[in-house]
């Protein structure tokens, strides 16, 4: 098992910066590929951003490319979304999440939901006009 913890949400004026953290535990969670996703109301849950475990190599969805950046402390435990030039439409509930299904690949960088074992609780970010 593997828990994860968001923390770092809150309310931002467009234009404005947010960091997410998310503190994960458990069984080797230093070899699951990380990501976070969001879910604003009404919508699907969407792909933000994901970082490989070994290599950290990273994959972002087209909207965030520039904007957002992901990265990864083994020795702690912890991934890190750093959120800058924020739109209203990036308000939503963020996950982190946790898959383990590519262990021991350099190039596993999974956008899918379905390709996630373990979620978070999720953190709201409200980005204001």
């Known amino acids: 098992q593997v828990q994860l913890v968001e923390s770092g949400g809150g309310l931002v004026q467009a234009g404005g910066s947010l960091r997410l953290s998310c503190a994960a535990s458990?069984?080797?969670?230093?070899?699951?590929?990380m990501g976070w996703f969001r879910q604003a109301p009404g919508k699907e849950r969407e792909f933000v951003a994901t970082?490989?475990?070994?290599?950290?190599?990273?994959y972002y969805a087209d909207s965030m490319k520039g904007r957002f950046t992901i990265s990864r402390n083994n020795a702690n435990n912890t991934v890190t979304l750093q959120m800058a030039s924020l739109k209203p439409e990036d308000t939503g509930v963020y996950y982190c999440?946790?898959?383990?299904?590519?262990?021991?690949?350099?190039?596993?960088?999974?956008?899918?939901?379905?390709?996630?074992?373990?979620w978070g609780q999720g953190t709201q970010v409200t980005v204001s006009s």
């Open positions: 999440a946790a898959s383990g299904r590519g262990s021991g690949s350099y190039l596993y960088t999974p956008s899918l939901p379905r390709q996630y074992d373990y």
């Open positions: 458990g069984r080797t969670s230093s070899n699951y590929a």
């Open positions: 970082i490989n475990s070994n290599s950290g190599r990273t």
